[in-house]
């Protein structure tokens, strides 16, 4: 199950816009992944959205009446994605900004958009105190 971060510019985004992009980000991610729609599928997808203070592009700090450049890390677990999936993944992430975006043509421009896919090791995620590994995962979204 995924774990997205969103990095943006703070202020950058209204309310609206957060709502937009926080309502199907996770959800498309998961559609990519393949996992099952399920309450306790959902239950462990999550989304933070992270308001950076200053942002720099080449050494240069971007003004804060520029249009929003975002970062988007998506933690998954290893050997749960191949080539097909993670490029899956980047192209929903980046139509689910462009959709919430006034100017959607720019997120064709390497400048606008980042999308991290970090796969966790096996023996790396953690939850009620415990190690949860691969099968612990299955085992829950598949009996929600």
């Known amino acids: 199950m995924p774990f997205v971060e969103l990095f943006v510019p703070k202020g950058s985004l209204d309310t609206e816009h957060r709502e937009k992009i926080g309502g199907r980000l996770v959800s498309e991610v998961m559609l990519a992944e393949g996992a099952p729609d399920t309450e306790a599928a959902r239950s462990i997808s ?3 959205v992270n308001e950076i203070d200053a942002w720099f592009v080449g ?3 971007v003004p804060a009446d520029d249009k929003p450049r975002y970062v988007v890390r998506v933690g998954v ?5 191949n080539d097909d999936k ?3 993944i980047v192209e ?3 139509r689910v900004l462009a959709d919430a975006d006034e100017d959607p043509a720019r997120f064709t421009e390497a400048a606008t958009a980042w999308v991290h896919i970090n796969e966790i090791p096996e023996g ?3 939850a009620r105190g415990q190690v949860v590994r ?3 995962i299955i085992a829950l979204v598949s009996a929600g």
């Open 77 to 81: 677990p290893a050997g749960s994605m």
């Open 46 to 48: 999550w989304l933070v």
């Open 59 to 61: 050494g240069q700090q």
């Open 86 to 88: 993670r490029r899956d």
């Open 124 to 126: 790396n995620w953690g």
């Open 92 to 94: 929903r992430v980046t």
């Open 134 to 136: 691969t099968e612990d």
